[in-house]
């Protein structure tokens, strides 16, 4: 059950939060005095402090050594700055793998991997889950009244490198997990249609993890195998947060989420976010060609609304070049503030990067960081000094909570099947389609909530369904009672057509939103690579697809754009379903930029969203509001001067200047005004 502790912001922190991993461990204690006067240099009042130091901290086991921790918090208290501090067990220590050497993972091909890396953990195993408790035991008596604490930072990334193991430990946990899950094994092979290829059980002592088999594996055993990994991750994380909870009350503790779909598949965060009581998120940007501070915008709305829509804190990013990428290229002047208030402006309560000083040795000492190899004389340090000061200057900002103008369902545990083996095309990718959807979105100046497919979605007068492979029957009830009421929904091809159990709906597709859609699909004709068609409307207009389509049967719906080629010519592409005082859009194809931009035109339209003409391409703009006041940000990713239309007149906070009627924005900057009440 979720933990009943309240929601907090990070403590005694007077405006936004900003900072790093301080690792002062890498450095001798000379560098420590130098470390402090950089921090109060550059505005630095939050820092990360202890993530990777178990094997410091319990130098072997049972035996404490706190002396240097001591020490460094007590100089970050007296140079004022807080504390958000580390249970270490994102690495235990050597000793414990030499007397432990079964809590290592093994991977589905029965490869257990070795110590010297990181996040190398049986999640199962009961050595591991004693030992990170007495060490989180012992952080939680000594520091859990420390006047620098701020927040508990709880293991560090939970799902990578390393999600699920497949141990002998794995496999009696899982065991346990399916009694729980489904009390008889009767339901079990009901629900896993074992059936097929003769897997029926008679033992719950006969399941294994799925591990590598010579064909294509039960695919209701690997989801719920993922289901159960993620489950696991999550039982450690909250064992760990309630030791911090009993033993230092008052403090909120968190573990920092992957929110970006770019970058963690494995974990369901609208799980996790109801266990931590602030939402904290690591982003890096991926270098992959797109344009990345889309992605930036993606990962922070996801973040936010696995928040519930409350604020957030933003603990890791880069300050200009990752080095874990092929090519890792820096940051352009300007970047690393647009990239930080960009975050701030969806939400965050400041901004937190990986990390203080750029190390010197090991794995990362290529990753940039605040203080980077050359020095307080290079343009990182100072922009990371002027950083600190317009955060500073946006203190006003925190608390309040950003407006939303429409929302996209996702689903982890839907992501999870679609992507098992033997489906109709695997060029069909859930992240490519909430990718291209969302930046649609972001191209038409809206900014966007994520919802999971049984939430409230009332508030919204536009709701996209860029891929739900699983859907469930409340699912179904859910969006239809929206469209009902009078909401706007876009439902994008393979969706609905599976249960919680990747079994498909009885009757034809698209199984739980046949109703919704007023259609049936009666076969999937997925293209071949390179493929394309053509689609056009009554009046002649055309629009051009590629990867997917389908022979789409109106029940209801009306045909909006048809097949003017390929194997299902003359059938509906794009259908419109009226249903009670609302509107259902069906997408049965893969539409290039152009043509979904035209449909979530035609959507917005029904959905009463004026579309934003007067706001520039790549000229970001989000409201965040509440009791300080209502804050309009402008993010220029151009490199022209832009003017953005104010709703009414205000103060600059970055300059300190009045605006009104327009806000001009120079080329790669940020503007953020306070508008008057």
Known sequence: MPHSAPRAPHQGLPGLAFGGDYNPEQWPESVWQEDVRLMREAGVNLVSVGIFSWALLEPERGRYDFGWLDRVLDLLHDNGVRVDLGTPTVAPPAWFYRAHPDALPVS??????????????????????????????????????????????????????????????????????????????????????????????????????????????????????ARFADATLRENFTAERDILHRLAPGTPVTTNFMTALSQCESVDYWAWGREVDLVTNDHYLITDGRRTHVNLAMAADLTRSVAGGAPWLLLEHSTSGVNWQPRNPAKAPGQMARNSLAHVARGSEGALFFQWRQSRRGAEKFHSSMVPHAGTESRVWREVVGLGADLDSLATVRATRTVADAAVVWDWHSWWAQRLEWRPSEDHDARERADSFYEALYDRHLTVDFAHPGADLSAYPLVVVPALYLATEETGR??????????????????????????????????????????????????????RVRITTADGAELTADLWSEFVVPRGAETVWRYADGLAAGHPAITRHRLGRGTAWYVSTRLDTAALDTVLGAAAEDAGIAPRTDLPYDVEVVRRAGESGDFLFAINHTGADAKVPLPGPGTELLTGERASGGLDVPATAVRVVKLDT
Not at 113 to 130: K, L, V, W
Not at 188 to 215: C, H, K, M, V
Request: with cysteine; glycine share 10%; proline share 6%.
């Open 478 to 531: 859910n969006l239809r009672a929206y469209v009902e009421n009078g909401g706007t929904l876009v439902v994008s091809y393979f969706s609905g057509i599976v249960d919680e159990h990747d079994a498909v709906h009885p009757g034809p597709h698209p199984g739980a939103l046949r109703d919704v859609l007023g259609l049936t699909v009666e076969e999937f004709s997925p293209l071949g690579a390179g493929e």
């Open 108 to 225: 589905r091909e029965g490869v257990r991997y070795a110590f010297g890396s990181r996040g190398a953990i049986c999640h199962s195993s009961p050595a591991y889950r004693t030992a990170a408790a007495a060490i989180t035991e012992q952080l939680a008596r000594r520091y859990g009244s420390h006047p620098a604490l701020a927040l508990w930072h709880v293991h560090n990334e939970y799902g990578v490198p390393v999600s699920a193991c497949y141990c002998d430990h794995c496999a009696g946990h899982f065991r346990a997990w399916l009694r729980t899950a489904y009390q008889d094994l009767d339901a079990l092979n009901e629900a896993w249609g074992t059936a097929f290829w003769g897997q029926r059980y008679g033992s719950f002592d006969e399941i294994e993890p799925p591990r590598a088999t010579p064909t294509v594996c039960n695919p209701a055993h690997r989801l719920d195998y």
